[in-house]
């Protein structure tokens, strides 16, 4: 199996509501990502999570907030967003070491209205 | 500081000539190099990368990259466009210690009939 999966394909929410991403592979990696993207831009990285420990987080607003329960799972929890966060959210994941490529889901399309 | 550059926004090519993206980087040390392609709403799918050793790369769908350390480029290339091949191309850097990739701007090809 060499496929990120995310769901919601699609979101649309107001600023006052919660919600959360999910991001699932079961290649055995033991890296996962969350990058945020703007149309016609390259990702943006947002946060790594490195077995299964948040590694990197890129001066996001606290109003997403990561959890990777383990190994293979990774959720994105919305909460209080503004417009401007509309974008296409990718999950990716990886081995750890600096050579191996990261493979990414298909992204879920977040509209806040 | 650490960056890629991909110098064209827009590649134009017609269908069954040979195809260059071009990308080039600005980093210290020894980086991978990878390539990515990403058709519209969909999420980002591997091409190829660099590592060490050849300095010609073949990966997915027929695509080549030749890696030029004098000139600090991972060019891509096909011998021969197809419709199929429009999409938006992403150059990426990693470091050997680092998790994150550098992303270059992106460069859109049309392929026309």
């Known amino acids: 199996d060499t496929e990120v999966t995310q769901t919601p394909k699609h979101l649309v929410m107001g600023m006052t509501n919660k919600k959360s991403l999910k991001c699932e592979q079961h290649?055995?990696?033991?890296?996962m990502y969350w990058y945020k993207q703007k149309a016609k831009k390259p990702p943006e990285l947002m946060f790594v999570?490195?077995?299964?420990?948040?590694?990197i987080n890129e001066s996001v607003p606290s109003r997403f907030s990561p959890e990777c329960p383990n190994s293979s799972l990774l959720n994105l929890h919305l909460h209080a967003l503004q417009p401007e966060d509309s974008a296409l959210y990718l999950c990716?994941?990886?081995?750890?070491?600096?050579?191996?490529?990261?493979?990414f889901g298909p992204g879920t399309r977040l509209t806040v209205l | 500081a650490q960056s890629v550059a991909q110098p064209e926004d827009q590649v134009n090519v017609a269908e069954g000539n040979p195809l260059t993206v071009k990308c080039t980087y600005s980093v210290s040390g020894n980086p991978y190099l990878f390539w990515y392609v990403q058709y519209p709403n969909r999420g980002l799918q591997f091409l190829l990368k660099y590592i060490t050793g050849d300095n010609l790369v073949k990966g997915s769908y027929g695509f080549e990259a030749e890696f030029n350390k004098s000139q600090t480029s991972f060019h891509l290339k096909k011998p021969s466009a197809l419709g199929s091949d429009s999409a938006l191309y992403f150059c990426a850097v990693r470091f050997p210690y680092g998790q994150n990739f550098v992303f270059g701007p992106g460069t859109r090809l049309s392929v026309l009939p």
């Open positions: 999570y490195s077995y299964e420990k948040l590694s």
């Open positions: 990716a994941s990886s081995q750890p070491s600096g050579g191996r490529a990261k493979f």
């Open positions: 290649m055995g990696h033991r890296a």
